[in-house]
């Protein structure tokens, strides 16, 4: 009986093998007791499929509002974003726009201030040590 | 036209629609978006309260489902159900949040029983409420292969797919709940 309960309880969800069918057929109509557990099975999964549980009322219009409050984060995120890469890109102009008013031109040793520095420079500031 | 061939028009039909509702949602189309909401809300909710039960935690990750989604839109490209996407964002949502859960929110099948018998009449009997304690018995891995195959109508293998599991194992504990449940709902079933 177990076995059969087994294959009744797969008949609803696998596809049985012409045997397993035809043995799960014959079992029915010979089964009174196959029979009722079938019909119990059926009941269950009938109260399974008609559940339909639902949030509570102004579900959507939450859902709505936490959404509008990410965007506003995101934009706020955004704004300070490009804020700062705006400012950090002005700052890196000016310093280039000074170097080159100084320097009269913009290159690596002018960028790290070495430019007016010549191997005699270095001599004399290493021969005060 | 044959019935399939209708049928298969009619997804398609559907999938397009999402499709262009997701896109309107792209552009800034806020109402777009209320209208997904609205039009999939009930799905997420059997869902959800399947596996959580009618709780504040369950609308929190309803929300936090829809929410996952606006900022994921970009990568629904319309080839499978919007409810279908939204059904998997909800079942890992709920299958962590009950990771996390401190206690078992399931009583004891005594407790069930107890509840059940403590019902006067039909009228009174809240179906969805015995449902809904019936479905807290299961340990999660069972309740999900329920929620989604009995409750939401996925086939097994869409049911295997979902939670990314090999079809044997949904099988398996689809009929181990399926026992489980008749025991449990034993009562409401033979009146």
Known sequence: ?129 | MSNNANDRKIVKEVYRKDFELVKKVLQGDQFAFGVLVRQYQLQVAKTVIGMLGKTQEAEDVGQEVFIRFYRSMKQYNGDSALGTYLTRIAINLSLNALKKQKNKQAGDLTTVEYQLSSENTAAQHDTKEVVQKALQQLEPEFRSVVVLRMIEGYSTKETAELLKLPLGTVLSRLSRAQTKLKEILKKEITH
């Open chain 1, 1 to 129: 009986m177990e076995k059969l309960s087994q294959l009744l309880n797969r008949s609803f969800d696998e596809k049985l093998t012409n045997k397993e069918e035809q043995q799960l057929e014959t079992a029915l109509s010979n089964n009174p007791g196959l029979r009722k557990e079938k019909q119990e099975i059926e009941e269950v999964r009938a109260l399974l499929s008609d559940y339909n549980p639902a949030f509570e009322e102004g579900f959507a219009k939450r859902v709505l509002a936490a959404t509008d409050q990410y965007i506003q984060n995101g934009d706020n995120l955004f704004y300070l974003f490009k804020r700062f890469v705006f400012g950090s890109a002005a700052a890196i102009a000016a310093l280039l726009v000074s170097v080159y008013l100084t320097d009269g031109a913009i290159s690596f040793d002018s960028l790290l201030g070495i430019s007016d520095i010549n191997s005699d420079t270095i001599l004399l500031a290493l021969s005060n040590f």
